[in-house]
């Protein structure tokens, strides 16, 4: 059957334009003027919406198996499909076993089977001991592999030092493999909250918080990860990037060609440290949500290009473990729960900003697809492509309430927030999974092994 996808605004890699996208087996067969779709095909014709690729989340925690109430395949691809994300890569440390070997693959392809509305992939781990088992986790078709430089808030993830950085770069060197780094080096943390705690300070602040996690622990933690991206010419990718005083560095290394990219949150993109109320502690994570200033400057990198993609890093987990009674900073869990938000989250800011809504392709599509192995196949309307398919109005104005969140602790720090641009439809290889009223058929997302 032929489906003819069309309105007056599609984002192809030719920018915004009237066109029809001709469907064919789930895939995008061809792009054809606005006024040509094939005569054999059944139209369907969305006037002025946008269409958008379907958006590549490369960075979530789904916590499967083993953490099920904390988040899970179902509840957490319900939230990407409803925000338009048809792909997304999870993460290999909250689910138990972790995703350190292929066993842990296994275990979490039993548990996604029959359970995912979303396509989505693996990240594997890399921690202390594990470099026996990197090679095979690559041949069992992982999209690369996850460190942590800093404790990972979970004893079984352990991170490494620069010894294990070196044997895993020395792995993967050649493989294609990018290695993602969560870049925060425990010295200057430790350091900080020494001091805070010798001086009584208080955790219930945010400031407690903030000055805790300094600027440093970046800093320090992405120099040496562009020595080892340009000695081991093997790509490193820095997971939320939350210092814009790392940019310089970074725009540096790559004009020199050293092989890193790098993505930011939304929660960086859109919160600033000042604004975060003492004892709310659902704005936690790390690295933190530092000041106004630093947030400005995060966008200038983005605009810049030196920031390739915007992502979510949805990290959720029991209400209870966010203490929000005690609201100490120091105690709750770190981690922004917010899949399903980024479009009109980063629209909403882009639209204030004067940025163009033809790169939020870019950035919450193409780039993480590239990222992910997927370049071509995700994240892109162009022949050949997967049929994933958003349907975005980016006028209607609305507020995030919890009925609104479709993961499965409905607490996160949007709620209230006024945002605009929404997603009324998403499609994914074809089908339709998500519409305004509600959820399409039943979970149909597949797992994509890289080749
Ligand atoms: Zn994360």
Not at 121 to 147: E, H, I, M, Q, T
Not at 205 to 233: C, Q
Not at 348 to 362: F, H, N, V
């Amino acid at each position: 059957m032929t489906e003819a996808f069309r309105s007056t605004r599609v984002f192809t890699p030719e920018g915004l334009a009237p066109a029809t996208l001709v469907v064919e087996n789930g895939r995008i067969a061809g792009v054809r003027s606005w006024s040509d779709p094939p005569s054999a095909a059944t139209l369907r014709d969305f006037g002025e919406a946008v269409l958008l690729p379907g958006l590549v989340d490369p960075h979530v925690h789904i916590n499967a198996p083993g953490r099920t109430e904390w988040e899970g395949f179902s509840t957490a691809t319900m939230a990407a499909a409803s925000g338009g994300v048809t792909t997304l890569v999870d993460m290999p440390l909250n689910c138990v076993p972790e995703t350190t070997n292929v066993d842990g693959l296994k275990a979490k392809r039993d548990e996604a089977k029959g359970k995912s509305w979303v396509d989505w992939a693996a990240w594997g781990g890399v921690v202390r001991g594990n470099a026996d088992a990197l090679l095979p986790l690559a041949d069992a078709g992982v999209s690369g592999f996850k460190c942590f430089m800093i404790h990972s808030g979970i004893d079984g993830f352990a991170w490494v030092v620069e010894d294990e950085l070196r044997k895993a770069l020395a792995l993967l060197r050649g493989t294609g493999l990018p290695l993602l780094a969560h870049a925060e080096l425990s010295g200057p943390v430790d350091a900080a909250t020494k001091s805070l705690i010798a001086a009584g300070a208080d955790w219930r602040k945010y400031s407690t918080y903030l000055a805790s996690r300094p600027d440093a622990a970046e800093i320090e933690a992405i120099a040496l990860l562009i020595r080892l991206a340009e000695e081991f010419e093997t790509p490193i990718h820095i997971v939320h990037l939350a210092s814009a005083e790392a940019l310089p560095m970074l725009a540096e290394a790559r004009s020199r060609g050293v092989p890193i990219t790098v993505e930011t949150c939304t929660h960086y993109l859109w919160f600033a440290g000042e604004e975060i109320p003492d004892g709310a502690t659902e704005f936690k994570c790390s690295p933190p949500i530092r000041g106004a200033a630093n947030r400005e400057a995060l966008w200038i990198g983005l605009e810049a290009g030196v920031i390739d993609m915007v992502i979510t890093d949805h990290s959720p987990c029991p209400a209870t473990m966010k203490r929000r009674d005690e609201g100490r900073f120091d105690l709750a869990w770190g981690g922004v729960s917010s899949l399903g938000l980024a479009l009109p989250v980063l629209w909403t800011s882009m639209k204030r900003r004067g940025i163009d809504i033809g790169r939020l392709g870019a950035w919450l599509a193409a780039a993480p697809a590239q990222l992910a192995g997927l370049a071509g196949k995700k994240g892109v309307l162009t022949a050949g492509a997967d049929a994933d398919i958003v349907v975005f109005d980016p006028d209607a104005v609305w507020t995030v309430t919890p009925e609104h969140l479709h993961f499965r602790h409905k607490l996160s720090p949007y709620l209230g927030v006024e945002l605009q641009g929404q997603v009324l439809e998403t499609w994914l290889r074809g089908k339709q999974v998500f519409g305004v009223d509600g959820f399409v058929g039943s979970p149909s997302g597949i797992e994509l092994v890289r080749q």
